[in-house]
């Protein structure tokens, strides 16, 4: 997979910060279309800590609020780069399905592709896998704008 966006790339289409910020690398982007991003999971990050400590594996919303993010970078992107510096809010999730727990030293894998996009709404359906297997499935919907 070819990087298209690094951190600083991706830092500079969303608000998230540390410790919030799930989105690692685009490596694959198809703008109105689809959108592969990657998130590595290490055992450094702070909800482990409560989450659960003997068992560590990443909250089923937080992979979820991933896939969020990586959808939210290719909303924007999608944009005319006059509009590229607004917000992309999440107005619903549906289907939302986990397979798999996902642990430190997995690498999540999020695709996301573009089902409908109106002036102001999208609709996205969104996959995230570890190794090749589906470990969580979504569809989302998004506000762009103001």
């Known amino acids: 997979m070819e990087m ?14 540390f410790p919030f ?16 991003a990657l998130k590595n999971v290490t055992i ?13 594996i990443m909250p089923g919303v937080l ?11 290719l909303v ?3 944009q005319p ?5 607004k917000l992309v809010l999440f107005m619903g999730f549906d289907k939302v399905r986990f397979r798999k727990p996902v642990v430190p030293g ?9 089902l409908k996009m109106r002036a ?9 896998k570890v190794d090749g297997k589906v470990v969580a499935e979504a569809q989302l919907m998004a506000a762009y704008g103001e």
């Open 120 to 128: 102001k709404v999208v609709k996205m359906a969104g996959v995230a």
């Open 44 to 56: 450094n990050e702070p909800f482990f800590q409560g989450h659960f400590p003997d068992t560590p």
């Open 81 to 85: 780069s006059e509009n590229q510096n």
């Open 4 to 17: 298209v966006f690094d951190i600083k790339s991706i830092m500079q289409n969303l608000p998230h910060r």
């Open 63 to 73: 992979i979820v609020e991933a896939m969020g993010q990586a959808g939210g970078v």
């Open 76 to 78: 924007i992107r999608s």
């Open 106 to 114: 997995d690498q999540l894998i999020l695709e996301l592709e573009m």
């Open 21 to 36: 910020l799930l989105v690692d690398r685009i490596v694959e982007f198809v703008k109105n279309e689809r959108i592969v």
